[in-house]
C-alpha cells in the first residue's frame, strides 16, 4: 500500500511540472473530397458503381459529410438499349456520404465518361476514359524479411500486355497501394515481392487487386503514396494539397476546353477513375 502511494505522488509531482503547449495546425476553408474510382469487373453484364464524398477539415478532427445536390455520370458516345436505357446514370446516397448507382458494364468501357457532383450551389466535374489491365498470373506467401523478423512478403507475377504502354495501380488491401509502369518489363512476364511493415496474422485473407490507370491517375497516385507513407488510403487528407482531375466549373469560361484553369484554388479534392480490376484472395499461414 505504501509503494502505490509514493507513487501516486511521485506521479502527481511529474504532471504538476508539466507546460501546455499551444501547436499550431495548417487551416483552410473546407474542401470537397470525392472518391471517384470505379473498378469495372468485365465479366459481369452489370456494374454497381460507387462514389464517397466529404468534406476536409482541419488536423484532429474527422472528416464531415457533404450536402450533395446531385451526382450523375454521362456518356455521351453510349447508345441506349431502349426507351428505359439513358446515356447518363443518376447517383443516390444509400448511407450519409455513400453513392450508389447501376448500369450496363459498356456504358463504362467505351466512349468519354463525364463526372458532375453538385454541391452548395457549385458544380464540380471531370472527364476520364476505361484503362483495361492484365490478371494476377500467381500470388503467394514468401518468408524473406527487409528490414525486420515482423514483416510479410507477398509475391506477385502478371504479364504485361506488350501493344500498349501500361500503367498499373496495386491494392494490396489495408490501404497499402503501388503503382508501377512497364518501361523496362514491356510484353514479359514480371515478377516482384511487397513487404507488408508489420507480420500479417496467420488465417487473414489477403484481397488484392491489379488496377489499370492513365499517366495521369499514375503521377496522382505515386504522389499519394509517397505523402501517405504507403499506409493510409488514396482519399485521406494529405500532408500538402495534392490534386486531382476534378474541377469546379460553375460558370465555365470555356466549355470547348474543359479546364477552367483561372479558378486555381477552387477544386476538389479525389480523383474520377473508371478502371479494370482483376482480383485474387491469399490467405496467409
Known amino acids: 500500500m505504501k509503494k502505490l ?10 504532471l504538476s511540472c508539466e507546460d501546455v503547449i499551444d501547436i499550431e495546425t495548417p487551416t483552410e476553408p473546407p474542401r470537397l473530397n470525392i472518391d471517384a474510382v470505379i473498378r469495372i469487373d468485365r465479366s459481369n453484364p452489370i456494374t454497381t458503381a460507387c462514389i464517397k464524398v466529404g468534406l476536409t ?29 439513358s446515356n447518363f446514370i443518376v447517383f443516390e446516397e444509400i448511407t450519409p456520404g455513400m453513392y450508389k448507382a447501376s448500369k450496363r458494364t459498356p456504358f463504362f468501357t467505351s466512349g468519354d465518361l463525364f463526372l458532375t457532383v453538385k454541391h452548395g450551389g457549385e458544380t464540380y466535374s471531370a ?9 494476377i498470373n500467381s500470388l503467394e506467401q514468401g518468408d524473406e524479411t ?52 508489420e507480420e500479417v496474422a496467420p488465417g487473414s485473407t489477403l484481397e488484392i487487386s491489379i488496377l489499370g490507370v492513365d499517366e495521369s491517375f499514375y503521377n496522382y497516385m505515386n504522389q499519394i503514396i509517397v505523402q501517405s507513407g504507403g499506409d493510409q488510403g488514396p482519399f485521406q487528407t494529405p500532408a500538402a494539397t495534392v490534386r486531382g482531375n476534378i474541377i469546379n466549373t460553375t460558370n465555365m469560361d470555356n466549355p470547348a476546353v474543359f479546364d477552367n484553369i483561372v479558378r486555381t484554388d477552387n477544386f476538389a479534392l479525389g480523383y474520377f477513375a473508371i478502371v479494370e480490376e482483376f482480383k485474387e484472395t491469399l490467405t496467409i499461414e
Open 127 to 135: 472527364s476520364t476514359s476505361f484503362v483495361p489491365t492484365v490478371p
Open 5 to 14: 502511494f509514493y507513487f501516486l505522488i511521485t506521479v502527481g509531482a511529474f
Open 146 to 197: 527487409l528490414f525486420s523478423e515482423d514483416e510479410t512478403e507477398i509475391k506477385v507475377s502478371f504479364t504485361d500486355n506488350g501493344e500498349r504502354d501500361d500503367f498499373y495501380l496495386f491494392d494490396f488491401d489495408f490501404g497499402e497501394f503501388l503503382v508501377t509502369e512497364d518501361e523496362f518489363y514491356q510484353g514479359q512476364t514480371f515478377e516482384f515481392s511487397y513487404f507488408y511493415d
Open 57 to 85: 477539415s482541419p488536423f484532429f478532427d474527422n472528416n464531415d459529410i457533404a450536402e450533395i445536390d446531385e451526382i450523375t455520370i454521362q456518356n455521351t458516345d453510349y447508345e441506349p438499349l431502349g426507351p428505359l436505357d
